[in-house]
């Protein structure tokens, strides 16, 4: 199947400092990839969408100058968590879909674990 | 609105059988998925449904009722390594995928 990777998989910062978080389809072209917030025992929330060369779309409730996402290629979607919080401590997924029919299933990178202190 | 149900945790014995069971609302249905998801790990992908019946993988096997808004995923000679949670998501109209929150499944020796 598809390769999707992410990165870092750990990440542990001090509160007011900023985070990237790259996500990247490793031998496919993702026109299109997802971010994800996942708390404990809680089910994946999706943040935004995230479309090669335009702005991402931002669910309802998502603060965009908080996190931000920038899709500068076909392969690569950064997530930056701008001044964090340590309720911003979560694990987030970032996904790509290989197509957009709806049989397309997606792929996960490995998800990053990021604690605020 | 959009809502996908799942219980929340089941227990099963090593080599048994087990179904975890998810129904579904979504705006328009572009099929359901199951996905299997180990602890700190990010989610698998298990199967996929999107006509009625039953598709069959191995171990897994995945049920679809449309008419009913209702699948279940079907666990065989259970395995320790099948402690996981396992989340059922429906693709709607658009086909976004819509999560549930996840069934936790804990295998007892």
């Known amino acids: 199947g598809a390769v999707v990777s992410q990165h870092p998989s750990r990440v542990i910062c001090k509160s007011g400092t900023s985070v990237k978080i790259e996500c990247r389809s490793l031998d496919f072209q993702a026109t299109t990839m997802f971010w994800y917030r996942q708390f404990p025992k809680k089910s994946l929330m999706l943040m935004a969408t995230?479309?090669?060369?335009?702005?991402?779309?931002?669910e309802q409730g998502v603060e965009k100058d908080k996190f931000l996402i920038n899709h500068a290629s076909l392969t690569l979607s950064t997530l930056t968590v701008t001044s964090a919080h340590p309720e911003d401590s979560s694990f987030y997924i970032c996904s790509a879909r290989t197509g957009t029919k709806g049989d397309t299933e997606a792929f996960f990178g490995q998800g990053t674990r990021l604690t605020v202190v | 609105g959009q809502n996908i149900d799942q219980p929340t945790e089941m227990t099963a014995t090593e080599g048994a059988i087990v179904q975890i069971n998810c129904t579904y609302q979504?705006?328009?249905?572009?099929?359901l998925f199951w996905y299997q998801q180990h602890a700190g790990e990010a989610p698998t992908f298990l199967s996929y449904?999107?006509l009625d019946g039953l598709e069959e993988k191995g171990r897994f096997s995945s049920f679809l009722s449309r008419s009913k808004g209702y699948s279940y995923l079907l666990l065989k000679e259970l395995q320790m390594k099948d402690s996981a949670s396992y989340l059922c998501?429906?693709?709607?109209?658009?086909?976004?995928?819509?999560w549930g929150a996840g069934t936790k499944l804990i295998i007892k020796p």
């Open positions: 995230s479309n090669e060369g335009s702005k991402a779309t931002y």
């Open positions: 449904n999107v």
């Open positions: 998501a429906g693709a709607d109209s658009n086909y976004q995928l819509i």
């Open positions: 979504t705006s328009g249905f572009n099929g």
